[in-house]
Nanobody, 122 residues
């Protein structure tokens, strides 16, 4: 089986920074696209940033220039560096990964982390 474990959320003042991490573990063969999503109370989950296995990135317009997504393929880990945080960035942040896993056979599944709360105070 495969598991995604997130860390790095917390409470920060507006203008501050946080770095989220998400590590995948288990019988992993390889990881394709990885990404960060967020869901604020009463709102739908939205894509914040994504990164391909080759390192190509994309961002929501609302975070461009402030957030940076990166990954360490050797550690099966994706990061989200969040700078110049705003109160509207407050949400539960989830990592997501398209993972090929298995031992005798290879399977492909989409996995989600448990979520980490980010709260930005004004």
């Amino acid at each position: 089986q495969v598991q995604l474990v997130e860390s790095g959320g917390g409470l920060v003042q507006a203008g501050g920074s946080l770095r989220l991490s998400c590590a995948a573990s288990g019988s992993i063969f390889s990881i394709n696209d990885m990404g960060w999503y967020r869901q604020a109370p009463g709102k739908q989950r939205e894509l914040v940033a994504g990164i391909t296995s080759g390192g190509s990135t994309n961002y929501a317009d609302s975070v461009k220039g402030r957030f940076t997504i990166s990954r360490d393929n050797a550690k099966n880990t994706v990061y989200l560096q969040m700078n110049s945080l705003k109160p509207e960035d407050t949400a539960v942040y989830y990592c997501n990964a398209d993972i090929l896993w298995g031992t005798s056979r290879v399977y492909e599944n989409d996995y989600w982390g448990q979520g980490t709360q980010v709260t930005v105070s004004s």
